[in-house]
């Protein structure tokens, strides 16, 4: 068994099954998030025959690195993990700090038509260790410490919604990594359900639902997702998140030419936010091969952000990370099968 999809809870209840003192579990927990320990020998106040017992009784396994790409702020690692599954991390550093985006399953299966991802159907979902590890891996790697996690790599977070929520409650732990809940994002295309029960967990954190359409007919071109929970519900629960939390949430928005970047659709799209605490993030297409969709010119972004910023809709344009290293979630994956 890996340690790293151990809750400190469990590692407590683990230490009372070995006849150990739970007060131990602050030694082990800081040993290995905060000290990233390489073996159990490393583990401080630890008598020695715990530390064999850890050592017999655990793993400290990352997954393996197959490629590595290097852009401008941004590093993509391409993953196979003990069964050899591929996955995809990227880093992208920023002004405020480091942030990682990880994978949340082996494949997808929302079919987004313009997601590279969604080529790769859903083999199985990650388990939290092997969320957690992809953290410890970045780290450990680069000699970086991460600050901001995003749940936005291949996968849909929602759909592997049990371990999605052990992972959280693992990173936030004040002796794990200790990253706050508004350091760590979940991004959805769309699961209703699972957003409402996501804005009553204990370890929410903050929510971004890739939109990419104002009206149905478009949304449901886009995202398969839309037929099962259309705009109407999932914006109802995006609301119930907001109430309950009193957090804004990000709907991304990917502008993809004469498709959903028309003056017409920046209307629509006000009229749908109205007063709300909704911050909508522009994001050029990230062209990836065969897919048949092109990015908006820049002129087209910058009026329809301007028809945004006149309704008075909080309003970014996502600054464009990683074109030159394969950063499209799967883009990676895809190149690395093809060679």
């Known amino acids: 068994m890996n ?24 030694f082990i927990f800081k ?45 993509k690692f391409l993953f196979a993990l003990q069964d050899d599954s591929l996955i995809e991390a990227v880093l992208m550093r920023q002004k405020y700090g480091n942030s990682l985006c990880i994978s949340s399953q082996v494949g997808c299966n929302m079919a987004c038509n313009f997601c590279q991802s969604g080529r790769f159907k859903k083999v199985r979902n990650l388990q939290p260790q092997e969320l957690v590890s992809q953290i ?42 200790a990253l706050g809940s508004n350091h760590i994002t979940v991004s959805t295309c ?27 007919q478009t949304r449901s071109r886009l995202m398969p997702i839309n037929r099962r929970y259309p705009i109407t519900q999932l914006m109802d629960a995006a609301r119930f998140y907001i109430q309950q939390t009193g957090k804004k949430i ?8 004469d498709i959903n970047d028309t003056p017409q659709q920046a209307q629509m799209l006000s009229d749908l936010i109205g007063s709300d605490a909704f911050h909508v993030n522009l994001i050029p297409y990230n062209q990836t091969q065969n897919l048949g969709f092109t990015k908006s010119s820049q002129q087209q972004i910058i009026t329809f952000y301007d028809i945004l910023k006149k309704n008075h809709i909080t309003v970014t344009m996502r600054r464009e990370f990683g074109s030159s290293v394969n950063a499209a979630c799967g883009q990676l994956r895809a190149d690395y099968e093809r060679n």
């Open 190 to 216: 769309g699961l209703a359900p699972q957003i409402e029960a996501y804005a009553t967990h204990t370890y929410h954190g903050l929510l971004a639902i890739s939109l990419h359409a104002p009206d149905e």
């Open 136 to 177: 410890i891996f970045v780290q450990k790697f680069l000699h970086v410490t991460i600050s901001n996690i995003v749940l936005m790599g291949i996968g849909e977070p929602f759909d592997n919604y049990q371990n999605v929520m052990q992972f959280l409650e693992i990173i936030q732990h004040p002796y794990g990594l």
């Open 250 to 257: 990000m709907l991304e928005y990917t502008m993809l030419q």
């Open 31 to 75: 040993g290995l998030y905060q000290q990233q320990i390489n073996s159990f020998q490393e583990l401080l106040n630890i008598r020695q025959s715990l530390k064999e017992q850890l050592q017999t009784d655990f793993s400290l396994s990352l997954p393996r690195l197959l490629q590595q790409s290097s852009g401008e702020n941004t590093e």
């Open 3 to 26: 340690i790293y999809g151990l809750t400190f809870s469990q590692l407590e209840d683990y230490l009372i099954a070995s006849g150990e003192k739970i007060t131990k579990a602050p």
